[in-house]
């Protein structure tokens, strides 16, 4: 493996984006860190961010470990970032636009139609149906990694509903409030604009049905799931409401919201449920959290669902290792942000070599997420790769492979003081009348040395991502 | 041939319920094979809601009831004038993908004796045409029609080791076999006219159409062992029996439910 790019210190000296930083951590003495790190803790605990880590018993409700050390962009690399992304942004929706239409990217045969009718996100219950704009997902979460110096790599996308960006603003609001001469060092670009934003997106995409300022809520599973607080943090902010299956019906082919003044319209849902769970009467009949008769109002187009469902045919590890040529096709562009090398074990070929070279490889599940299911074949013990090899072998169309990439690593505060470790960033791309980007994300950094998952649910943690006005 | 059609679903609590949603595929398939005169689609006392056309070509409309409601009614009067295509879905409008089709689900999952009926019954078939006719063939012979001993979640696997069953688990078998062997397939839902002599019969009824490269969608009524002619009308259709049923619907509240259905079909003398 190569030397990992470090993010702040390059041959002996101090990256430019990092340089007010080095004399911040040199003037901080280790109890006043300590003391910082504790104030940290409890803004966390009061404001009540906590996450869910499932599968190791005992209580799932846990801090998510918090970095004070900001990851620093400079005003030139987030350019090229952002133009990335967008770009993304836009193919992967013209996809689901024309797959969920006439599939023009099948009949050309640039995609197997297997990879995406098959697919277990694919609805058919929406094919033919336009959403307002032909916007599909809202809100894109692009997982990148950087590797060097002007090398960033898309790891995943994530076109249903992101979750974190709730994050993205606390990391900053704490940050400032700990530490504001930083603030007043630094020439930092904000992201506080991101709730009005998502509201702009959000309510562009009201339905034609609708002539006034559209009504718009946030459909939450409940206060049980894991993510619960970025749904009432996201509501409060945005000043719209959060709601339950059960404070909706639907009536005279539109969805209202019980209040206690009455019934009130509502025209833009941001759900963050499953598409399995929005509506018993199309998709899950057991669904206890949906909205009996929705997704006929929304077919109709009495009501807009953000991100509509079907997005998550986009997600698909296997369709991944397509968006380039999404990119080229729709767009007529080359992609400016690179996918990272995948072998799909589908093919005969690629699942030979997958099985030959496991031990350097990171084997994912295609279906998977948050890092549960997947081999980092370098960081694994033979056993382990043994027990993953004999679930591949079992399902190779379930899995993909991709090389173990170098990760840059960001100076991250350890029990020993200062040390390297691995992060990958989390943008939030909204589309809507306009296609946005506030000039940030959520770094997720891998707090245990030399480990490559940034996950939450295993152990990852959070910073504060700066991006630098000029 | 000009059908009548009067069908009268009931569904009644024994206590009252707060609402009810429902969502009809209740609506006479537009193709060659089927024009529809006229077709008046009521839920007593409930709001219609919109209504669209699906990717598969389907008419779906939403009615909501509020509560309380101890009876919902939905009736349906119409009329369609009828031609033989020999079974094929010609001038159906539809976008969704036939690979979209090749889904299994819990009524269509194959099991072991499924895919042996599907292999077994294609052995030496000259083409697609003749693998389906023989897949529908098979299923015929294999279940035995018989009402009363399958009920609405018995799975082709269960129909098929049973013996038994009714056009619903024929439907289910010849679809399962037909993916087993990489045929997309669907299940449709509509009416029969079964008796030539006018009299009003049951008449509910469903079949499976199989997607054909070269000629496009065809349907298999094992149950008749034919191909839908005139006397089929054609709703809707779906992965299995759930998804293309003709009445989706959800009652909010604890009683318990009670289902009554009449069916008739008339011949229109011309």
Known sequence: MTENFNEMYQGGKVREPYRRLE??????????????????????RRIGITFAVYGEGGDPDRLIPFDMFPRVFTQDEWRKLERGIKQRARALNAFLLDVYGRAEIVRAGKIPGRL???NEAFERAVTGFTPPRGIYSHIVGIDIVRTGPDEFFVLEDNCRTPSGVSYMLENREI????????????????????????????????PAK?????????????HYNSAYYEHSFLADLMGVELVEGQDLFVEGG?????????????????RRIDDAFLDPLCFRPDSMLGIPGLMDVYRSGGVSICSAPGAG????????????????????????????PTWQCAKPDDYKYVLENMAELVVKEVHGSGGYGMLVGPKSTTEQIEAFRKKVEAHPENYIAQPTLALSATPTFVQEGIAPRHVDLRPYCLVGEKIELVPGGLTRVALKEGSLVVNSSQGGGVKDTWVLAE | MILTVNHVTTYEYDAPMRGAVQSLRLFPARFDGQRTIRWDVEVLGGTRG???????????????????????????????????????LRGHRETVSPLAYMRETTATWQSAE?????????????????????LSNAVAEAIAYRPGVTHAHTTAAEALAQGEGVCQDHAHALIACARALGLPARYVSGYLFAREDGEAHEAAHAWAEIWIESIGWIGFDPANQCCPDARFIRLGSGLDAREAAPIKGVAQGEGAERLEVTVALEQVQQ
């Open chain 1, 23 to 44: 004399d911040w951590t040199n003037a901080m003495p280790t109890e006043l860190r300590a003391m910082k790190q504790a104030e940290a803790e409890a803004l966390f």
């Open chain 1, 116 to 118: 995406v009718f098959q």
């Open chain 1, 175 to 206: 940050m400032m409030r700990m530490f504001p001469q930083l603030f007043r060092e630094n020439r930092i670009e904000p992201v506080d604009g991101y709730p009005d934003a998502l509201r702009r997106t959000l309510a562009s995409v009201a």
């Open chain 1, 210 to 222: 609708c002539d006034r300022e559209p009504n718009i809520g946030i459909l939450t599973p409940g």
């Open chain 1, 254 to 270: 539109f969805c209202w919201m019980r209040t206690t003044e009455g019934p009130k319209k509502l025209d833009v849902i941001y």
């Open chain 1, 313 to 340: 045919v986009a997600d698909d590890k296997a369709v991944y290792t397509f968006v380039p040529e999404m990119v080229r096709f729709y767009l007529g562009e080359e992609p400016l942000l690179n996918n990272v």
């Open chain 2, 50 to 88: 919109g209504s669209f056309r699906d990717g598969a070509g389907d008419k779906v409309e939403g009615w909501s009831i509020r509560g309380p409601v101890s009876e919902v009614t939905i009736s349906v009067v119409g009329q369609v004038d009828t031609t033989d295509t020999a079974g094929v």
């Open chain 2, 114 to 134: 499924i895919r042996d009926l599907a292999h077994q019954a294609v052995e030496g078939a000259s083409d697609t045409l003749d693998r389906a006719h023989r």
